[in-house]
C-alpha cells in the first residue's frame, strides 16, 4: 500500500469554549459497487499477472488507484493505448458501446466492472430510446458515467446539467420525454431539476426506479443529521469524486457552518478548527476506512477524541464480481466471487 501522506505538522489541541467531539457519519466510504470494482482488479493481477490495464481511474479516489498502481494496474484514458491482447477493466463508472466495440476490435480481454447499478441507467436509456422517447439525463457533462449512459441511446439523450439548464432545454415532442440521472448526484438537487422539468414539459415521465444509488442516498442523509450539530465537516474523498463533492454541499446546506474536502488528514488545516467544538466526519462512497482512521486519529491528537457515531441505515448488499473473475485459474469458484463493504 502506498504511504499515506503524514501530516506536516501535529494539529494543536487549542482550548475552545466547550468540549470537543467527532460525529461520525455512519454510512460513509465503500459501497458495494465501488468495492467490487477494486477486487476485480486486484483479481485479475492475481489471475492474470501485471499489467492490467484499467480504462480511466477504476473509481474516483486517488489512493484507490496509487494503491493499485503499485500492484501493476496501468491506468489509461482510452482503448487504443492499451496493446493488443491485453487484459483490460471497464471501470466502475461504466463506458459506451463504442467503447466495448474500440476494445473488442483491438482483441483487448475486456473485464466489465461497471457497477450493477450503473448499468441498471444503461439498460433503461437503451428501452427508452427503442421506444422512441427522448431522455432527459441529469447529470455533469463530461463525467465519464454521463458519458456511458448518453453513449447507449445518443441520438435520443440530451444532458442536463441541473437545474441552471432547464430553461435551456429543446425536445421534438414534449409529451414524449422521459428522466434519467447520474447515479451519485445530490438527491435535493436531483428533485428539483425534475421539478423544473415537469414544470417545462408536464407528461415528463419517470424513471421505473431512483436512479441515484443507495449508497449516495445513505451517506447524504447520513451528512444531513451530522451537519446540524457540526461547526467543521469533513469530507474524506477526492476532488473529481462527484458524490464527495456533493457531501460537502449537502453538509453546508443542511447547517454545518463550514465544511471542506480532503484526500489526506495531511490536508487539514489548523486554521479549520479554530473555535470549533463539534466536528463532522464522513467520507465518499469509493473511499477506504483506512483515511477515515487517519482523520480521526489526528482529530484525536487535537483533542477531539470523543467520537459519537451517527448511524442513520445499515449497508449489506453484496454484487458478484464480473464473470471472468468469480473462478480461479483452475476452474474452481473462488471465495471472492462477492464484493461487499470492506474497513479498509
Known sequence: MPRIPGASSRLQDNPVAGPKRVLLAAPRGYCAGVDRAVIAVEKALNLYGAPVYVRKQIVHNVHVVSELEAQGAIFVDEVDEVPE??????????????????????????????????????????????????????????????????GHAPERTTIVNGPEDVDKITVKDPDNVVWLSQTTLSVDETMETVRLLRERFPNLKNPPSDDICYATQNRQVAIKKVAVGADLVIVVGSANSSNSVRLVEVALEYGAKAAYRVDYSSEIKQEWLDGVQTVGVTSGASVPEVLVDEVLRDLAG???????????????????????????????RDERALGGRRSS
Open 85 to 150: 491482447g491485453s487484459h483490460i477493466v471497464f471501470s466502475a463508472h461504466g463506458v459506451s458501446p463504442a467503447v466495448v466495440n474500440a476494445a473488442a476490435d483491438r482483441h483487448l480481454q475486456a473485464i466489465d466492472a461497471t457497477c450493477p447499478l450503473v448499468t441498471k441507467v444503461h439498460r433503461e436509456a437503451v428501452r427508452f430510446a427503442r421506444a422512441d422517447q427522448e431522455i432527459l439525463l441529469i447529470g455533469h457533462e463530461g463525467h465519464e458515467e454521463v458519458e456511458g449512459t448518453a
Open 302 to 332: 487535537a483533542g477531539y477524541g470523543d467520537v459519537q457515531e451517527v448511524k442513520t441505515a445499515e449497508e449489506d448488499l453484496m454484487f458478484s464480481l464480473p464473470k471472468e473473475l468469480r473462478k480461479d485459474l483452475e476452474g474452481n
